[in-house]
C-alpha cells in the first residue's frame, strides 16, 4: 500500500475436500507466496478450509470445531506477514450453521462476515446445511459477527467489504451498500460451478458490479480440488477495477493472481459523479486494522 495503490490478489489453493490440516498448510503456503509478491490483501474461495463439497460433513461437530482450529492455525502461521487474509469457513453460532469469511491481520481475526444469500436451486442444495445471515450484528468469541467495514487507519481509502458468491447474484448485493457506505473493494469468496456460457457471465459480472458500485473487485473462486461430486470448478479469479478486468487466471489452475487497484482514483470518480450516492439503509460496524506500507 503507497501512494494511493493497494496490492491485491485472489487465491485459489489445492484443496482436498474435508481434508482440513492439508488444505490449511496449502492456503498457509499461498499466503507466503503472496506476502513475497508484496500483497497487502488476500482472498481465498468459499469454505476453503474444508472444501465446499462436503455435503452432510458440515452438520458433524467434530469436523466444524476442526476447521474453527484450523483457522487458528493459519492466523498464527501468519501472524508475522503484513497482509489481510479473506478465508472461508463453516461456523456454528446460536443453534445455526453459518457460511462465513473470516478477516486475518497480523495473528488476528478481526471479523466474521456471514453469507446472507443461500441458494437453493439446479444444482445447488446448500440450504441443507446452513442458514442465510438475518442481518443482527453480535459477536462470537469476541470477534465481530455480521455487518462489517474493514479500513486501514493510515489509509482510510483502503476500506474493504465482503460478500460471498451467491451474494453477488442477487438484485440486492450486499456489495451495493458496502459501497454506498464506504467500501471501495469488494471481496468476493466463491465456489461458483462450469457450465456452459458461466464463465463469460461470471466475467460480465464482476466487471459491471464494480462499474455500478465505482469499486475494485476481488472475485476468488473454487478450484478443480473441489469436482468430486457432481460438479466442475475452474478456479475462475477475477480482480476489476471500475467496469476493468486487472487479471484473470487461466481455469483449472491452483494459483495466485494479483493486481494494483488505484484507491485515489476511485475516490475521485465517486466524487466527480454526482449521482453516486452515499446514504446507506444498513449499518455497518467498522474494524478498523492498522497496515504498514507493503512496498517503497
Not at 453459518?98 to 439446479?122: D, E, T
Not at 450486499?174 to 458461466?198: F, R, T, W
Request: with cysteine.
Amino acid at each position: 500500500m503507497k501512494d494511493g495503490f493497494v496490492k491485491v490478489g485472489a487465491a485459489t489453493p489445492s484443496t482436498r475436500v474435508a481434508d482440513i490440516a492439508y488444505n490449511g498448510e496449502q492456503i498457509v503456503k499461498c499466503c507466503f507466496d503472496a506476502a513475497g509478491n508484496d500483497c497487502s490483501l488476500l482472498v481465498f474461495p468459499e469454505l476453503c478450509i474444508t472444501g465446499y463439497t462436503c455435503g452432510d460433513l458440515f452438520l458433524q461437530e467434530t469436523f466444524l470445531e476442526s476447521a474453527y482450529n484450523e483457522l487458528y492455525s493459519i492466523v498464527e502461521s501468519t501472524s508475522d506477514l503484513n497482509m489481510v487474509i479473506v478465508v472461508g469457513l463453516p461456523l456454528a453460532f446460536r443453534d445455526k450453521l453459518y457460511n462465513v469469511a473470516a478477516v486475518c491481520y497480523s495473528g488476528n481475526v478481526l471479523g466474521f462476515v456471514p453469507k446472507m444469500n443461500i441458494p437453493a436451486y439446479s444444482e445447488f442444495y446448500e440450504l441443507r446445511h446452513f442458514s442465510p445471515y438475518d442481518g443482527l450484528d453480535c459477536v462470537y468469541d469476541e470477534i465481530p459477527f455480521g455487518n462489517i467495514l474493514f479500513r486501514c487507519a493510515s489509509e482510510p481509502d483502503f476500506c474493504f467489504g465482503v460478500e460471498i458468491c451467491e451474494d453477488l447474484w442477487v438484485p440486492r448485493a450486499p456489495s451495493v451498500e458496502l459501497c454506498i457506505s464506504g467500501a471501495k473493494i469488494i471481496c468476493n469468496l466463491s465456489a461458483s460451478d462450469e457450465v456452459i456460457g458461466k464463465g463469460e457471465y461470471r466475467r460480465k459480472l464482476v466487471s459491471m458490479q464494480s462499474a455500478t458500485l465505482v469499486c475494485g473487485y476481488i472475485y476468488a473462486d473454487a478450484g478443480f480440488g473441489e469436482s468430486t461430486q457432481d460438479l466442475i470448478f475452474a478456479g475462475h479469479n477475477l480482480i476489476c477495477k471500475n467496469g476493468n478486468i486487472l487479471s484473470e487466471s487461466k481455469k483449472y489452475a491452483s494459483d495466485v493472481i494479483y493486481s494494483e487497484i488505484d484507491l485515489k482514483r476511485l475516490a475521485y470518480e465517486r466524487h466527480r459523479m454526482n449521482t453516486f450516492t452515499t446514504e446507506s439503509g444498513v449499518e455497518f460496524e467498522e474494524v478498523i486494522f492498522d497496515q504498514e506500507p507493503a512496498y517503497d
